[in-house]
């Protein structure tokens, strides 16, 4: 306790010292013309003792090196704002592919039912260990700043997201530093409530829960705890620290929404016809992204990917990008654009052109080259050889030798490498194969071509198996090989399956991507 009671005086004489910083700050208001470079600026400028050497040296001497808390225990800085679901989702926190563990989640709104106390020091514990870091973020970018004068776009959006850290530890600090007194006890109809939804989130869902419905969960349940007053919500010191951060995190979301970035792609347009194969050109335009940063393109059909544009600066404009030779007819493409290793990772910049049509190039027929007949050479005179008596011999017929063709095997289809995993031997030209997705479901489709041709054509692979009837050639080998139509959520795509003929069947896995088909030859038993 007397060590707690110490970091509070240090951490009153710091905001002394500030001139009251830490709760000025909290009033700073973005300004509407503000880019970030020069809003970052503006903030070192006008309020600059927080990025001050003496500043850091004084948070260091007060809050050491945080709490250092596992990792798990970090995740209790939801309990910071957690009414706040719908406005995270404003800036596109669905799209983080974070999770929490259930039981982490579970024990969190347990204890903050039943240990309320203890479970809002773990709250004030997670924030400080988070805003330390956080704090120390924008405080290098600050002192680069004042060293170059120089600060570029992504400097500055760090600086903006980070600073909050340090807006925040004061009243995390009054947090740990209160005596929290008891919580209010609940009636048993409002108690009821909260646990059986509890109890129903522990059967729902699986081990692993997803921000975008950890958020809401967490939502619905702190309304019912502060719809009847209990467990953390009765705690007042919890209330005002709570009423804080409701404050810094929607000033947090409002900045992100401003600066968010954006793809616009301007060509190729709805009306435009590509041919395939040809080189192609794209434009795009973009808000909020260096120059220096990347932007993936993919082609769309029916919203599904058939190939992989590249990877470009973001330079505007990239031409010489060869379509693939197979591309079919059709009305329905789109281009997507997706920015890459964004500097907010709350939010990715994604943009989809309109419709456009893509069309195969017509063949180019071959000249007939003209035959050019030589002159015919003088006769020179033969030799006639003198007589010489011969014996007739019998003529025997020789025996044909069978010559046995190599067919080249197929190395590339639609611009894909292909490569062999084995080659296997089936009693009959009429086969059955069986498909299902191999380890976990995510979302693969998929189509399986026989010779060029194909025999399952987009399908959605499930853990169960789908079976179908091929017939083979007989004579020659048959190439089975997997074409990737998307990577699902767990690149690269990967099929078990399942050949079955007269005698038996054999397992097989094949992988696929955007690039590449894994295949197998497949001869009929003469």
Not at 245 to 251: A, G, I, P, T
Not at 469 to 488: E, M, R, S, V
Request: proline share 6%.
């Amino acid at each position: 306790m007397r060590k707690t009671y110490l970091l509070l005086s240090l951490l009153l004489a710091v905001t002394t010292s500030f001139g009251g910083v830490l709760a000025d700050s909290d009033k700073l208001i973005t300004g509407p013309g503000d880019d970030p470079i020069s809003l970052s600026k503006k903030i070192i400028a006008e309020k600059p003792e927080p990025w001050q050497e003496k500043a850091m040296n004084s948070i260091l001497s007060t809050y050491g090196t945080g709490y250092n808390l596992v990792s798990n225990d970090e995740k209790y800085v939801l309990l910071e704002s957690p009414g706040m679901a719908f406005d995270c989702f404003k800036i596109g926190f669905e799209d983080m592919r974070e999770s929490i563990p259930k039981a982490l989640l579970i024990k969190m709104m347990n204890q903050a039912v039943e240990n309320p106390a203890p479970t809002s020091t773990m709250v004030a514990k997670a924030t400080i260990d988070i805003g330390l870091r956080e704090y120390q973020k924008a405080y290098e970018i600050a002192a680069k700043f004042k060293e170059t004068n120089s600060l570029n776009y992504e400097e500055a959006i760090t600086f903006l997201e980070n600073r909050y850290g340090y807006h925040k530890l004061d009243h995390a600090l009054k947090l740990v530093s209160n005596d929290l007194g008891q919580s209010a006890a609940a009636d048993k109809k409002s108690l009821k409530k909260i646990y059986s939804k509890i109890k129903e989130i522990e059967k729902k869902y699986p081990s692993e829960i997803a921000w975008k419905d950890a958020l809401p969960l967490l939502e619905e349940w702190y309304g019912l705890l502060e719809g009847s007053n209990a467990g953390l919500s009765s705690i007042t010191a919890y209330r005002d620290f709570k009423k804080a951060m409701d404050k810094l995190n929607q000033k947090r979301v409002k900045e992100r929404l401003a600066y968010r970035s954006t793809i616009k792609i301007t060509y190729p347009k709805a009306g435009v016809t590509w041919m395939a194969p040809s080189e192609v050109s794209l434009k795009w335009q973009s808000t909020n992204i260096d120059p220096h940063k990347k932007i993936r393109f993919f082609l769309i059909k029916d919203d599904v990917v058939i190939q992989d544009l590249g990877i470009y600066d973001n330079s505007k404009a990239e031409d010489g990008i060869r379509l693939d030779r197979g591309l079919p007819n059709g009305n329905n493409y789109r281009v997507m654009g997706i920015e890459q290793n964004p500097v907010n990772r709350y939010q990715v910049a994604k943009f989809a052109t309109p419709f456009f049509t893509i069309k195969k190039a017509p063949r180019k027929e071959k000249q007939p080259v003209a035959a050019t007949t030589p002159p015919a050479p003088k006769p020179k005179p033969i030799p006639v050889p003198p007589p010489v008596e011969t014996v007739e011999k019998e003529e025997v017929p020789a025996e044909p030798v069978a010559v046995k063709e190599e067919v080249p095997l197929r190395m590339e289809f639609d611009g894909r490498s292909i490569s062999y995993r084995k080659e296997l031997e089936v009693s009959t030209d009429e086969i059955r194969i069986s498909l299902w997705d191999h380890g976990r479901k995510d979302g693969d489709l998929v189509s399986i071509y026989v010779n060029g041709e194909a025999v399952v054509y987009k399908h959605s692979l499930e853990y169960r198996k789908s079976h179908f009837d091929i017939k083979l050639k007989k004579g020659t080998p048959n190439d089975l090989f997997l074409y990737a139509h998307n990577l699902g959520r767990f690149p690269p795509n990967t099929v078990a399956i399942e050949i079955v003929d007269n005698e038996g069947s054999e397992n097989i896995v094949l992988n696929s991507d955007l690039k590449s088909c894994e295949a197998v030859l497949i001869n009929v038993k003469q």
